[in-house]
């Protein structure tokens, strides 16, 4: 039976292009979106076309990461109509560009809802499921800004180191019932985030950095420049990542895999130390079994 697969932020960007690419492989899939039928109706319509015109196993599913309700809500459906989810790519997010401090405390919030807790609203969900049928695969997507703390995108490093320990806490937790976790660490793409970075809302504190604030347009012209040239790959390399990790052998997946070709060999040594590292923090805390993913049932 092939495998079933629900994707959270499907309207643009990785989302959108990996629901397709992965329906075309045969699997089934739930994209999923938050407010299909208003500001991301024309997205949601396309995919539903696109899925009739080509006969792909695709269906689309109403889901908003930051509320608890909407995200049990898809699940359920999901798993009435396919029986079990097989894979999860926590995929929705959001960017941000600002000085750190001039972000209020409500607006940080607001980013780790969709960044941090809706990754782990959506895992909630499905790992009864997953954990029952003792295999599943989460997938994060993480990103080099996971890894390497960036100027002046202090908040979205943070939600993505948050995400990515995560992540981790439920590689160890969860391998004794066979379900894997990993990582996914893109950089710069050609998709709409770059052009939807979220900006600081306390303009008083913003002005008391008025002298420092070309440093913002320095970063900002960075993305701008790789968002227009045609040799920024675009999301389908990211979707092309996520189908080797759905067609890996469970035990076999690294945690992190780093997609983006130019920004691959600046991460490669960091990962690695981090792989030792953990396995050694593993062994000091007695639980080095949990290195090893419990076989699934056939």
Known sequence: MNKTVLITGCSTGFGRTSAEAIARKGY?????????????????EALESLAKQDNLPLRVLEMDVTNEESVASAVREALNSAEQIDVV????????????????????????????????????????????????????????????????????????????????????????????????????HRTPILENFQAPDDESRAAEYQSESDYVARVKEIFDVANAAPETPGPEIVAEAFIRLIEMAPGTRPFRTVPTAAVAPLLEAYNAAADQVRQNAAQAFNVADLLTLTEPRP
């Open 28 to 44: 089934r899939v739930f994209a999923t979106m938050r407010d299909s039928t208003g500001r991301n109706r024309s997205h949601r």
């Open 89 to 188: 790519v926590n995929n929705a997010g959001v960017g941000q560009l600002g000085i750190t401090e001039a972000y209020s405390i409500a607006k940080m919030q607001r980013l780790f809802e969709v960044n941090v807790f809706g990754a782990a609203r959506v895992n909630r969900a499905v790992l009864p499921a997953m954990r029952r049928q003792r295999s599943g695969l989460l997938i994060h997507v993480s990103s080099v800004a996971g890894r390497l703390v960036l100027p002046y995108f202090g908040i979205y490093c943070a939600s993505k180191f948050a995400l990515e320990a995560l992540a981790d806490s439920y590689r160890f937790e969860l391998a004794p019932f066979g379900v894997d976790s990993v990582v996914v660490e893109p950089g710069i």
